[in-house]
């Protein structure tokens, strides 16, 4: 991957190519991202002959989730007008996206103060989390304020500053290495709480946005060709990390580059025969928020639209002492707590304690489904 064009690129000076052409910096940019597009594709193509066919496909579909959204976010970098959109869709998905948040995103750009506001809403948990560009360890720096720490009218209203120096009120930190800022909203019942509304925009009057134009493009689509690259390759590092040891929970301290420090995350890499299922036994903690799904190999939540995939404190069916049994397989054993691994013989399962009191770390075991009923008269 090259760096930006410098000073004495052809595209400034009006230089020409060898065959007598406009060198323009947005046709070696795009050639550089179809390259991009070419070696991350080669990482899925080098799973064909050890993975179900089903991996690969979403692989390739990962890539373009990724490559779509990034495209967006790296163009609107440009803009001194920022606009929350949708992080993730029920069709586009990624970095283990859980299916009762939603995720709005505003890319903060060339300005230095922003002004969100809205109303809160009766959802589960609102926050919202300033991120650091990407690192080369894939990480992000972030700073997180939540409706635990925010101050709110009677009526629901609020507004948050974000700029480089505190203000009394709702505040959050923003730097010359500030980003984006994510705004998630949880749900334990999305039919009966109302969404949060807010919007963002900058306090310092900008004037209008300039066209895309060729050095703009070029530096869109090589920062979305440097994130596709990083994300395809994390993807594949993290099941590495633990599919060696599957079927077994593993706390992690972070979750991703867009990570919120209010949750713990528990992962476990789940692979069964045909007939087999996952038992997962747990006593959740004291928290806001607990929920439960299953994901493909590239982080990407498994259909929650037309299958169960998913549970929460809500919709999960406790025990009469407050234990949960989770039954994790590709056919229905009759069980309350059934999630489908929806034609994934393998996948990811996790769990998200939200201001949990204490961590808590689920017992799994494998069983057949034939040999073992798998509710809790056993």
Not at 97 to 116: H, Q
Not at 230 to 244: D, F, G, I, P, Y
Request: proline fraction near 7%; include cysteine; glycine fraction near 8%.
């Amino acid at each position: 991957m090259t760096a930006g064009p410098t000073e004495s690129s052809p595209a400034e000076t009006g230089s020409h190519a060898p065959n007598g052409s406009r060198a323009l910096e947005s046709v070696a940019a795009w050639r550089e991202l179809l390259d991009t597009l070419a070696e991350s594709g080669e990482v899925v193509t080098s799973l064909a002959d050890g993975v179900p066919a089903v991996d690969v496909a979403e692989g390739f579909g990962h890539i373009l989730n990724v490559l779509a959204d990034q495209f967006e976010r790296a163009a609107l970098r440009r803009s001194r007008h920022p606009v929350f959109l949708p992080g993730v869709t029920p069709v586009r998905k990624f970095f283990f996206d859980n299916p009762d948040t939603d995720y709005d995103i505003a890319v903060l750009g060339r300005s230095s103060r922003y002004r969100i506001y809205g109303n809160r809403g009766s959802c589960t948990y609102l926050s919202f989390c300033v991120y650091s560009a990407l690192g080369r360890d894939a990480t992000t720096r972030l700073v997180n304020l939540s409706d635990r720490d925010m101050h709110f009218s009677p009526d629901g209203d609020f507004e948050v500053i974000l700029s480089p120096e505190e203000v009394p009120g709702n505040w959050l930190r923003v730097d010359a290495g500030s980003r984006a800022v994510i705004a998630r909203q949880y749900f334990l019942d999305r039919r009966t709480e109302v969404p949060a509304e807010y919007r963002i925009e900058a306090l310092d009057d900008p004037p209008a946005d300039p066209p895309l134009d060729d050095l703009g493009f070029a530096r869109a689509v090589r920062t979305t060709a440097m994130f596709v690259q990083a994300a395809t390759s994390l993807a594949v590092q993290r099941v590495e990390a633990l599919r060696a040891t599957p079927n077994r929970f593993v706390r992690t301290g972070e979750h991703g580059p867009y990570r919120t420090p209010d949750n713990d995350y528990l992962a476990c890499w789940y692979r069964l025969g045909e007939d087999e299922a996952l038992l997962i036994d747990v006593r959740p903690p004291d928290c806001r928020y607990w929920g439960v799904h299953l994901a493909n190999r590239w982080g990407q939540s498994l259909d929650h639209r037309t299958r169960r995939t998913a549970l929460n404190g809500r919709t999960a069916t406790p025990e009469a002492d407050g234990r949960v049994r989770v039954v994790v397989s590709g056919t229905d054993p009759g069980s309350p707590n059934w999630l489908d691994t929806a034609g994934h013989p393998e996948g990811w399962v996790l769990f998200r304690w939200l201001l949990a009191d204490e961590p808590v770390v689920p017992h799994v075991e494998r069983v057949t489904l034939t040999s073992r009923r798998t509710d809790s008269a056993e």
